[in-house]
Antibody, heavy 120, light 110 residues
Framework: EVQLVESGGGLVQPGGSLRLSCAAS????????IHWVRQAPGEGLVWVSH????????NYADFVKGRFTISRDNAKNTVTLQMNSLRAEDTAVYYC?????????????WGQGTLVTVSS | QSALTQPASVSGSPGQSITISCTGT?????????VSWYQHHPGKAPKLMIY???NRPSGVSNRFSGSKSGNTASLTISGLQAEDEADYYC??????????FGTGTKVTVL
Protein backbone atom coordinates (compact mmCIF):
# COMPACT_ATOMS: atom_id res chain seq x y z
CA GLU A 1 0.00 0.00 0.00
CA VAL A 2 1.39 3.39 -0.99
CA GLN A 3 1.74 5.75 1.95
CA LEU A 4 3.05 9.29 2.24
CA VAL A 5 3.32 10.86 5.69
CA GLU A 6 4.26 14.50 6.17
CA SER A 7 5.74 15.91 9.35
CA GLY A 8 7.50 19.01 10.61
CA GLY A 9 4.73 21.58 10.43
CA GLY A 10 4.10 24.07 13.20
CA LEU A 11 4.07 27.69 14.23
CA VAL A 12 6.97 29.86 13.14
CA GLN A 13 7.61 33.60 13.19
CA PRO A 14 7.93 35.63 9.97
CA GLY A 15 11.46 35.37 8.68
CA GLY A 16 11.97 32.04 10.37
CA SER A 17 12.67 28.57 9.00
CA LEU A 18 10.96 25.21 9.05
CA ARG A 19 11.86 21.82 7.66
CA LEU A 20 9.11 19.54 6.37
CA SER A 21 9.60 15.83 5.78
CA CYS A 22 7.68 13.34 3.69
CA ALA A 23 8.18 9.67 4.50
CA ALA A 24 7.18 7.34 1.67
CA SER A 25 6.50 3.61 1.56
CA UNK A 26 4.81 0.99 -0.59
CA UNK A 27 6.51 1.77 -3.90
CA UNK A 28 9.96 1.88 -5.50
CA UNK A 29 10.88 5.32 -4.22
CA UNK A 30 13.76 6.06 -6.57
CA UNK A 31 11.59 5.69 -9.68
CA UNK A 32 9.27 8.59 -9.03
CA UNK A 33 9.04 12.36 -8.84
CA ILE A 34 7.80 13.69 -5.51
CA HIS A 35 5.89 16.96 -5.29
CA TRP A 36 4.93 19.45 -2.59
CA VAL A 37 1.56 21.16 -2.94
CA ARG A 38 0.05 23.63 -0.48
CA GLN A 39 -3.37 24.94 0.41
CA ALA A 40 -3.73 28.20 2.27
CA PRO A 41 -6.79 28.61 4.52
CA GLY A 42 -9.88 29.04 2.37
CA GLU A 43 -7.87 28.82 -0.84
CA GLY A 44 -7.17 26.21 -3.49
CA LEU A 45 -4.32 23.82 -4.18
CA VAL A 46 -1.08 25.37 -5.38
CA TRP A 47 1.95 23.50 -6.67
CA VAL A 48 5.14 24.37 -4.79
CA SER A 49 8.03 22.18 -5.88
CA HIS A 50 9.11 18.79 -7.17
CA UNK A 51 12.17 16.57 -7.35
CA UNK A 52 13.01 13.67 -9.63
CA UNK A 53 13.87 10.15 -8.59
CA UNK A 54 17.60 10.49 -8.16
CA UNK A 55 17.45 14.06 -6.86
CA UNK A 56 19.29 15.56 -9.83
CA UNK A 57 16.41 17.73 -11.03
CA UNK A 58 14.37 20.14 -8.95
CA ASN A 59 11.89 22.88 -9.79
CA TYR A 60 10.06 25.53 -7.80
CA ALA A 61 7.11 27.84 -8.10
CA ASP A 62 8.25 31.44 -8.53
CA PHE A 63 6.85 32.49 -5.15
CA VAL A 64 9.20 30.15 -3.25
CA LYS A 65 12.24 30.26 -5.51
CA GLY A 66 15.32 31.21 -3.53
CA ARG A 67 13.61 30.57 -0.18
CA PHE A 68 12.63 26.87 -0.29
CA THR A 69 14.86 23.91 -1.09
CA ILE A 70 13.64 20.42 -1.89
CA SER A 71 15.86 17.37 -1.44
CA ARG A 72 15.54 13.64 -1.01
CA ASP A 73 17.30 10.80 0.79
CA ASN A 74 16.67 7.64 -1.21
CA ALA A 75 18.25 5.48 1.48
CA LYS A 76 15.55 6.60 3.90
CA ASN A 77 12.69 7.05 1.38
CA THR A 78 12.18 10.62 2.48
CA VAL A 79 11.80 13.99 0.81
CA THR A 80 12.52 17.21 2.66
CA LEU A 81 11.32 20.75 2.04
CA GLN A 82 13.55 23.30 3.74
CA MET A 83 11.63 26.54 4.07
CA ASN A 84 13.53 29.74 4.89
CA SER A 85 12.54 33.40 5.10
CA LEU A 86 8.97 32.41 5.80
CA ARG A 87 6.19 34.91 5.26
CA ALA A 88 2.61 35.11 6.51
CA GLU A 89 1.41 34.12 3.05
CA ASP A 90 3.26 30.80 3.35
CA THR A 91 0.70 29.75 5.96
CA ALA A 92 -0.92 26.63 4.55
CA VAL A 93 -1.37 22.90 4.77
CA TYR A 94 1.54 21.35 2.88
CA TYR A 95 0.95 18.05 1.10
CA CYS A 96 3.52 15.77 -0.41
CA UNK A 97 2.39 13.75 -3.39
CA UNK A 98 3.80 10.97 -5.52
CA UNK A 99 4.20 11.74 -9.19
CA UNK A 100 5.23 9.49 -12.02
CA UNK A 101 8.43 8.76 -13.84
CA UNK A 102 8.12 12.04 -15.78
CA UNK A 103 7.57 15.49 -14.37
CA UNK A 104 4.28 15.89 -16.24
CA UNK A 105 2.73 12.75 -14.79
CA UNK A 106 -0.25 13.13 -12.44
CA UNK A 107 -0.03 13.04 -8.66
CA UNK A 108 -1.52 9.64 -7.90
CA UNK A 109 -1.05 9.43 -4.14
CA TRP A 110 -1.08 12.18 -1.55
CA GLY A 111 -0.34 12.48 2.14
CA GLN A 112 -2.72 13.94 4.70
CA GLY A 113 -0.75 17.16 4.94
CA THR A 114 1.03 19.12 7.64
CA LEU A 115 0.00 22.60 8.77
CA VAL A 116 2.49 25.47 8.67
CA THR A 117 1.49 28.68 10.40
CA VAL A 118 3.65 31.78 9.97
CA SER A 119 2.69 34.37 12.55
CA SER A 120 4.20 36.55 15.23
CA GLN B 1 1.72 31.90 -12.25
CA SER B 2 -2.04 32.22 -12.81
CA ALA B 3 -4.32 29.34 -11.95
CA LEU B 4 -6.61 27.59 -14.39
CA THR B 5 -10.18 28.91 -14.22
CA GLN B 6 -12.97 26.80 -12.73
CA PRO B 7 -16.48 27.75 -11.61
CA ALA B 8 -16.58 28.36 -7.86
CA SER B 9 -19.51 26.03 -7.34
CA VAL B 10 -21.68 23.50 -9.13
CA SER B 11 -24.68 21.71 -7.66
CA GLY B 12 -27.02 18.93 -8.65
CA SER B 13 -29.59 16.53 -7.28
CA PRO B 14 -28.84 12.88 -6.64
CA GLY B 15 -28.85 10.92 -9.87
CA GLN B 16 -28.25 13.95 -12.06
CA SER B 17 -25.15 14.72 -14.10
CA ILE B 18 -22.96 17.76 -13.61
CA THR B 19 -20.01 19.12 -15.55
CA ILE B 20 -17.13 21.19 -14.22
CA SER B 21 -15.09 23.24 -16.67
CA CYS B 22 -11.41 24.09 -16.46
CA THR B 23 -10.13 26.85 -18.75
CA GLY B 24 -6.50 27.49 -19.44
CA THR B 25 -4.38 28.54 -22.38
CA UNK B 26 -2.45 27.03 -25.23
CA UNK B 27 0.56 26.86 -22.87
CA UNK B 28 -1.14 24.40 -20.57
CA UNK B 29 -4.57 22.79 -21.09
CA UNK B 30 -4.64 23.43 -24.83
CA UNK B 31 -1.05 22.46 -25.45
CA UNK B 32 -0.78 19.13 -23.69
CA UNK B 33 -2.96 16.10 -22.97
CA UNK B 34 -1.77 16.17 -19.37
CA VAL B 35 -4.91 17.35 -17.61
CA SER B 36 -5.80 15.69 -14.30
CA TRP B 37 -8.71 16.04 -11.92
CA TYR B 38 -8.57 15.67 -8.13
CA GLN B 39 -11.32 15.20 -5.55
CA HIS B 40 -10.67 16.77 -2.17
CA HIS B 41 -12.77 16.22 0.89
CA PRO B 42 -11.69 18.87 3.45
CA GLY B 43 -9.27 17.48 5.98
CA LYS B 44 -8.41 14.47 3.84
CA ALA B 45 -5.79 13.70 1.22
CA PRO B 46 -6.72 14.76 -2.33
CA LYS B 47 -7.55 11.86 -4.64
CA LEU B 48 -6.71 11.51 -8.32
CA MET B 49 -9.91 10.95 -10.31
CA ILE B 50 -8.88 11.51 -13.95
CA TYR B 51 -5.47 11.75 -15.64
CA UNK B 52 -4.26 12.50 -19.14
CA UNK B 53 -7.60 14.21 -19.91
CA UNK B 54 -9.85 11.16 -19.86
CA ASN B 55 -8.23 8.19 -18.13
CA ARG B 56 -9.53 6.81 -14.84
CA PRO B 57 -7.14 5.28 -12.29
CA SER B 58 -7.99 1.84 -11.07
CA GLY B 59 -10.74 1.95 -8.48
CA VAL B 60 -12.32 5.23 -9.57
CA SER B 61 -15.99 4.94 -10.45
CA ASN B 62 -16.91 5.08 -14.13
CA ARG B 63 -19.39 7.79 -13.18
CA PHE B 64 -16.44 10.15 -13.51
CA SER B 65 -15.31 11.09 -17.00
CA GLY B 66 -13.07 13.72 -18.52
CA SER B 67 -12.73 15.45 -21.86
CA LYS B 68 -11.03 18.41 -23.49
CA SER B 69 -11.77 20.84 -26.30
CA GLY B 70 -9.22 23.48 -27.15
CA ASN B 71 -8.12 25.29 -24.00
CA THR B 72 -10.98 23.94 -21.85
CA ALA B 73 -11.11 20.62 -20.07
CA SER B 74 -14.20 19.20 -18.41
CA LEU B 75 -15.05 16.73 -15.67
CA THR B 76 -18.47 15.12 -15.77
CA ILE B 77 -19.98 13.31 -12.82
CA SER B 78 -22.97 11.23 -13.78
CA GLY B 79 -25.45 9.64 -11.39
CA LEU B 80 -24.50 12.16 -8.72
CA GLN B 81 -24.26 10.68 -5.21
CA ALA B 82 -24.02 12.25 -1.77
CA GLU B 83 -20.42 11.03 -1.42
CA ASP B 84 -19.44 13.09 -4.48
CA GLU B 85 -19.88 16.28 -2.49
CA ALA B 86 -16.35 17.67 -2.30
CA ASP B 87 -13.98 20.18 -3.84
CA TYR B 88 -12.65 19.35 -7.29
CA TYR B 89 -9.47 20.68 -8.84
CA CYS B 90 -8.16 20.35 -12.35
CA UNK B 91 -4.46 20.52 -13.08
CA UNK B 92 -2.27 20.67 -16.14
CA UNK B 93 1.35 20.56 -17.11
CA UNK B 94 2.50 24.05 -18.07
CA UNK B 95 5.70 24.46 -19.97
CA UNK B 96 6.85 27.59 -18.12
CA UNK B 97 6.01 26.54 -14.60
CA UNK B 98 5.61 22.76 -14.76
CA UNK B 99 2.43 22.24 -12.82
CA UNK B 100 -0.66 24.40 -12.37
CA PHE B 101 -3.93 23.75 -10.56
CA GLY B 102 -7.34 25.17 -11.17
CA THR B 103 -9.11 27.53 -8.81
CA GLY B 104 -11.28 24.72 -7.49
CA THR B 105 -14.99 23.92 -7.66
CA LYS B 106 -17.20 23.08 -4.72
CA VAL B 107 -19.71 20.41 -5.70
CA THR B 108 -22.90 20.35 -3.68
CA VAL B 109 -25.38 17.50 -3.82
CA LEU B 110 -28.82 19.00 -3.16
Amino acid sequence: EVQLVESGGGLVQPGGSLRLSCAASGFTFTNYWIHWVRQAPGEGLVWVSHINGDGSSTNYADFVKGRFTISRDNAKNTVTLQMNSLRAEDTAVYYCAKGGSYNWNPLDYWGQGTLVTVSS
Amino acid sequence: QSALTQPASVSGSPGQSITISCTGTSSDVGGYNYVSWYQHHPGKAPKLMIYDVSNRPSGVSNRFSGSKSGNTASLTISGLQAEDEADYYCSSYRSSSFYVFGTGTKVTVL
